[in-house]
C-alpha cells in the first residue's frame, strides 16, 4: 500500500488516508471520500447490519452486535459514513 497522505477534509477534521474513492455527480454534486468508510460501510453490510441517518446520527442497527473496534471506526468516519448513505448516485441514461 502507497504511504499516506495527510488529509484536512472541508470543515473537519485532518486525516490520514492512502486511497480515495470519486463518485460520480448526482443531485447534490460529486463525493469523494477516503477508501476507508466505503470498506467499513461494505463489511457492515455484508455482517447485516443497517445503517441511516437521524438528523447529524448515525443509526446502526443491530447496535447490540457492534464491536468495540466496530465503534471506534464508526466515530472516526462518522461524517464520511453519512455522506456515502445520503449519496444519490446520478440517473443512467
Not at 6 to 27: D, H, I, M, W, Y
Not at 51 to 61: I, P, S, T, Y
Not at 64 to 91: F, G, K, N, S, V
Request: aromatic share 6%; proline share 8%.
Amino acid at each position: 500500500m502507497a504511504a499516506s497522505e495527510v488529509v484536512t477534509l472541508k470543515n473537519g477534521p485532518t486525516v490520514q488516508a492512502a486511497e480515495f474513492v470519486c463518485l460520480r455527480s448526482g443531485p447534490a454534486g460529486g463525493l469523494d471520500v477516503p477508501v476507508e468508510p466505503v470498506l467499513l460501510l461494505l463489511d457492515l453490510r455484508d455482517r447485516g447490519f443497517s445503517l441511516r441517518q437521524d438528523g447529524d446520527a448515525l443509526v446502526v442497527q443491530p447496535h447490540e452486535q457492534l464491536t468495540a473496534d466496530d465503534c471506534q471506526l464508526l466515530r472516526r468516519w462518522h461524517w464520511h459514513l453519512l455522506a456515502l448513505i445520503c449519496y444519490e448516485p446520478p440517473e443512467v441514461s
